[in-house]
């Protein structure tokens, strides 16, 4: 099923069907990051956002081991890209909401959303690139000029909702913290980014 050099691989049925999950558990954390925030958004720290949080930290702990299995069989041989299941801190960014609790007040909520989106949306085409590098080369490309693209529409995204809120009459504590949680929520988007400049080289590698 694998469109590459399977003896050079020694792929299994059970190690292909661990990367595919392991793609699917960071598509999941991705999707589920955009759910908790908006949730926190309307509800602060409630039942729900907690649950979310903790659906984000499991879903990042299953891909961590699901990750050091294919590395096993795989990145011992400098064949693959680091697949750390850590890349993205979904977990560090909705862990670190739930215990400092940043007041945003509603006229942020859509920004905040809005680049929460940008950078799942890099993360997703991040994780889809990835498949693509085990299974369909010639789509890696494709996906991880999607990823430079939203990552530049981040950036600006995150410079503009930084502007509005040092222009506002927040105090300057508030200003600080969510500036700090407009750092963490876009690098996420740059994080992808690196991991796709790393995973081209590795294309261009197994390309020869």
């Known amino acids: 099923m694998f469109h590459i050099n399977i003896s050079l691989f020694s792929q299994t049925k059970a190690l292909e069907n661990k990367i595919d999950l392991f793609h699917d558990k960071l598509l999941d954390a991705a999707m589920t990051f955009k759910k908790a925030v908006r949730v926190y958004l309307t509800e602060q720290r409630s039942t729900e956002y907690r649950q979310l949080s903790k659906q984000i930290k499991q879903i990042e702990h ?18 693959i890209p680091d697949l750390r299941a850590d890349v993205l801190q979904f977990d560090e960014v909705s862990y670190k909401f739930y215990i400092e609790r940043p007041e ?16 799942a949306e890099c993360a997703e085409n991040m994780a889809k690139a990835s498949r693509a590098f085990f299974r369909d080369l010639s789509s890696v490309r494709d ?66």
Request: hydrophobic share 40%; aromatic share 8%; with cysteine.
């Open 143 to 208: 996906y991880s000029q999607k990823v430079y693209f939203i990552e530049h529409e981040s950036d600006l995204s995150a410079g503009h909702l930084r502007e509005a809120i040092f222009d506002s009459d927040l105090p300057l504590a508030n200003k600080l913290q969510l500036s700090d949680f407009i750092n963490d929520i876009a690098d996420i988007a740059d994080i992808a980014e690196d991991f796709i400049d790393e995973l081209l080289i590795f294309t261009i590698k197994r390309d020869i």
């Open 62 to 79: 299953d891909a961590d081991n699901l990750r050091r299995d294919i590395e096993n069989n795989l990145y011992s041989q400098n064949l």
């Open 104 to 119: 945003i007040t509603s006229e942020y909520h859509m920004r905040i959303n809005e680049l929460c989106d940008l950078s």
